[in-house]
């Protein structure tokens, strides 16, 4: 923590429960629940980094099959030449 910031706690000095001075320089040394936090905003931005990863995936996809996929409804072929069932043809 900030040497100015525990300087700043130390100052306020003794004072009588419920004291909103008090209050305040216990609420400024006090770092428990800090990790949490920490992790909770980690967490929240790793939640909408892939949120709007999955969201450009799927558009991606989508227009990739989109591509392939002839006005009629027929699949295109990637190549000029297909194959027979047997391997011959090309």
Partial sequence: MNTAVRAFARSVGPATP???RQLL???LVDESGQDIVEYALLGAVVGIAAI???QQLATTVGEVYGDTVAP???VQSLSSCMPGPDGTGC
Wanted: charged share 15%.
């Fill in 25 to 27: 320089g216990d609420l």
């Fill in 52 to 54: 709007v990863i999955w």
């Fill in 72 to 74: 009629t409804g027929q």
């Fill in 18 to 20: 419920g004291d909103a």
